[in-house]
């Protein structure tokens, strides 16, 4: 079964069980007492082996802590974690703290699954977490999510390949889009065929898309789900895509949709060759490793030509506890822990990205490998504008169609223009359907 078929049916039934969720509360007061009696939580997670091993340590110091509270990890990886987890809901069965991605988050939270940390504030201390930060896992003034890692949006240049052809790092406290394809241009021209000057953007997710609106003064989503991306922002986007194509200062699209396919490993900023790739800053790690190069974080092009930054804190994940929760207050307390926690920290470190908390961020920073300094201080360093509205839900398979329509530009199978246009409406779709 496919990932999108899967995922459908599996929406399917947690709508048919939106009333009864959204009825039932959690089953104890989130602002109570901790209680002194013997608790058992259901913590769920998706990962690798690191963060297993990372994780299980933390939930053995908070149980130290707390002597009559146990911790029973479940884990998964990422797909067969999302079929879990609705199942789980629909069953009433629902682990107590979740590990929560922002493309599902409101698909859960307005189907009333999962509780308003704000009710737990007697025992989650978020006193160290910017409200930029913390906006990210708000719905109408509720927090469904508190952010563990966050992200931000940049440009990955490899200053090896700009040194052996003699080109000089761009300025990017000014430079434009334009500048970017200009260099870009001068890279590929220098690198015969082998090497290129931009990895095309446009195939992995949304956020380049996002990031253009957002410099514009305009959004992907308004207030009330609706898609209120103007056309002309797509279609111009779609063109810079496709220019970037047809100038060669990106690869054919052939060898662009290869690579993309392939994973991180396989990009043409890990395989060395491209100059410069839009990447998240907490990649920068993991891509280092892959090309053996020295890369650097830059700015996003044209935030100082634009009305507003269009950066913003992407969270790597949410802690989020389930409405239905039995024990809703100690399950606060235990997210509170792994929030703000500076042993627990030193353990998780960066594995699930850069802390959000501002706190524990600088007590760890001493721990850091280089690259994980260079990605912390990015985000520490970058000014940002408030986030864009929460995917909401039924646009869980935003990045999907953005691909699919990006692949279509550059096969020349549609123009920009009527890609812009069947991308909004698409999207609007797909979130109606879900209301």
Partial sequence: MSRGVRRGAVWAVLLSLTASLAACGSGSDAGGDLTSEKV??????????????????????????HPNITVKGEFKEWNGYWDSLATTMAANDAPDVMQMDEL????????????????????????????????????????????????????MANLDLLAKYDIPVPDDT????????????????????????????????????????RQQGKAMFDADAKVVLPREIARDYWQYILDLSKSGAAAAPSVTIEKASAGLNQSATATNTAAFGLWWNTQLTALTAASGQKLKLLRLPGETQGSAPGAYYKPSMFWSVSARSKHPAEAAAFVSFLANDEEAAKVLLTERGVPANQKIRE????????????????????????????????????????????????????TPDAAAASFIKEVQSEVDAAR
Avoid: C
């Fill in 40 to 65: 058992t939580l259901r913590f769920t997670w998706w990962g690798a082996d690191d963060r297993h091993k990372r994780t299980q340590q933390v939930i053995e110091m908070f149980q130290r802590k």
């Fill in 104 to 155: 599902y988050i409101a698909s859960y939270a307005e189907r009333g699954a999962l509780l308003d940390l704000n009710e737990a504030k007697k025992h989650l201390d978020t006193a160290n977490f910017d409200q930029k930060a913390l906006a990210t896992g708000a719905i109408g003034g509720k927090q469904y999510g508190l952010p563990v890692g966050l992200g931000m949006y940049s440009i």
């Fill in 174 to 213: 000014k430079w434009s889009w334009d500048d970017l394809k200009s260099i870009g241009d001068q890279v590929s021209k220098a690198g015969g065929g082998q090497v290129f000057g931009v990895q095309s953007p446009g195939i992995n997710d949304a956020a380049g898309l996002s990031i253009r609106a």
């Fill in 363 to 414: 007590a760890i920073a001493g721990q850091l490998k280089d690259t994980d300094k260079a990605a912390k201080e990015y985000l520490d360093t970058v000014p940002v504008s408030d986030p864009p509205r929460i995917t909401p839900n039924g646009a869980s398979t935003l990045d999907t169609i953005l691909k699919r329509h990006t692949e279509d530009v550059l096969f020349g199978r549609t």
